[in-house]
């Protein structure tokens, strides 16, 4: 034996003696120190070997800075170009006395260190896969590097052990965190004895059990007892290993007996001898609540396409039964028969007037306004109609904002939530109004779908009736649904959640049998000076001795207005077409003071059929008519406030107020001008 091989064994006796006691993160460390100071190295370490998409990297997991622990950050370096690379390659112990910069340009951390001379071995896992580095490196020049490398490799097996030891003993804490911290319910369970191993903290706590509680229990005990049959057969072919892997939906049964919807991923697995199935599941509560939202607003919008699609083509028919019978009636002015047409008529367009808010087609000329005075002011007729037993009261905000609405449908919502809430107190009770200022963040709106994140006002309408069930408050804005025993239209409900759609605002409902309902309603918070009432116009200037242009394609609607007109004293020309009013007017040599147009007829667009009569009667007052929502003269259901409008289904006596009305409007300008 040589005197450095002696040398050798001597401090590995030493050194041995130094780490017996060491155990855990203080072994390797104590490693290096040892180490250190038997070589008179400047720097000893022990590093582990990790993998990144940039490639192979060393960290430092113990290291000795002359002969004593480090305590700054671990350092970590990749291994490309750098003599570790080598050690790693050859499987053995390497060493480089005093040339190791030149051999290894690339490798900066030795020039900032000062490293000359290098010395290492490979460590390597029970598999013999290389998984760190043993070193000891010097700042001067050595010519005992072979004694050196002899002393790593004896402490080399020891270092490696208990490298993978903690290395395993990390991954280990690791799973368990991302086990116990997982927001998926995660369970473990023993194939043989069918019982939970473990499981996470997610799953025990929406569950309601302790572990100690779950381990006496099997998947079957967390499923309602008609259920479990079906997952007992599911389970058995997975125990069995005639599958291994299935996804299972199904509600799990928690200790309070409530249940929740939950996906579960479930697989087999074998790890030596034991089998073992794991689940993953994922509480779907809220998933499936935004997906019934989801489909029940595609319900409500389909069932609008086809209310709105109907009340339009009612629109023309009861223009021309309003018109009709009113007509009849200047005749027969005591004719109880034509008076119940009239009636009966009216009806009819109040349905379609809710069809329409329902399926937010219906015409609307918004102004911003202040929802403390809109309150105040409907309260005003609100409590003839709710009677003596019930009292309202108001709670409104000093300063809830401004919002900008069609003050009429405003009026319909609130006329609507008061009659809902005076027929669920029949015996009585207090009927309450609030406004408020809201501001809704994005979260909120994430859980809202068509809700935007923002400023709004609040409009809350609240009874103290009998209250709903969950049954009956899922199905409150279908159109035609209600619990009034035949007497309501189920319209009232359906059309305040169509106006505040159009309006640009949801509305959330809150109720519990016997205590009551609250309506909140959300409408955007607006900017802006108040909507301020137009000047009146007299009616009765300029006179009625104008020539009007009627275009309709109704024959019957068309019929109406041409009479009226004619018998107000107006020269009426009337067409049937887009065509036939442009050869008209193209024929015409008189005066033509104003045209009365549908906006949707048979071969084009009102406006465009006005745009060229324009180009001919530069002066001509344009009123169009229409009973739906149409692009062409309105954004978002909303009437250009340039617009001459006239909504159907219209009576006579509304078609000359408005035409009378812009004509003289006209008059009025042309003198002030």
Sequence with gaps: MSTSEYDSLAAAAAISRRIASARGPAFLTELVCSLGDALRADYCSV?????????????TVALAVDGAPHSGAPIEYAIEGTPCADVTKAGCACAWSDDVQESFPRDALLVDMGVHAYAGVPLHDGAGRPRGLLTALFRTPQRDLPAACLLLEIFAVSAASELERQLLEVQAERAVHLFEHSRNEIFIIDAQSR???????????????????????????????????????????LFAGETSSIQIRTAHLRADGSTYPCTINVQRLEVGARTYVTGIGVD????????????HSQKLEAIGRLAGGVAHDLNNALTAILGNAQLCRQDHPGDEYLGAIDEAAKRAADVTR???????????????????????LSVQFLR?????????ALALSESPGRIRVDPGQLEQVLVNLAVNGRDAMPAGGTLTIETAAVVFDADYASLHPGTVAGRYVLLAVSDTGSGMTAAVRDRIFEPFFTTKDGKGTGLGLA?????????????VVESEEGVGTRFLIYLPAVEGELTQAPAPVDVATAARTETVLVVEDDPHV???????LRQAGYVVLEAATGA????????????????????????????????????????LVILYTSGYAEDTIVHSGEVDPEVNFLPKPYTPDALKHALRRHLASRVQSSGQS
Excluded: W
């Design 195 to 237: 019982r939970f191993i473990d499981v996470n903290r997610a799953a025990r706590q929406n569950l309601g059990y302790s572990m100690e509680q779950l381990r006496r229990m099997t998947p079957l005990d967390l499923r309602a007892v008609k259920d479990r049959p079906g997952l007992g057969e599911t389970m058995r072919a």
């Design 495 to 507: 059309t305040v959640h169509g106006i505040v759609q159009q309006q640009g605002g949801h509305v």
């Design 47 to 59: 590093g582990e070997i990790f993998e990144t998409d940039g490639g192979s990297r060393v960290r």
């Design 354 to 376: 809710q069809l329409l808010a329902f399926a937010s087609r219906q015409l609307i000329q918004p102004q911003v306004v202040d929802p403390n005075e809109r309150v105040r």
């Design 284 to 295: 779907t509560s809220e998933r499936d609540a935004l997906q019934a939202q989801l489909l």
């Design 580 to 619: 036939s009013a442009e050869k008209l007017g193209a024929e015409y040599t008189g005066p033509l003071h104003a045209l009365v147009c549908d906006v949707v007829l048979p071969d084009g667009r009102g406006p465009i059929v006005a745009k060229r009569l324009l180009e001919r009667f530069s002066d």
């Design 558 to 564: 068309r019929a109406v207005a041409v009479s009226s």
């Design 384 to 392: 003839p109609l709710l009677g003596e037993d019930v009292g309202v």
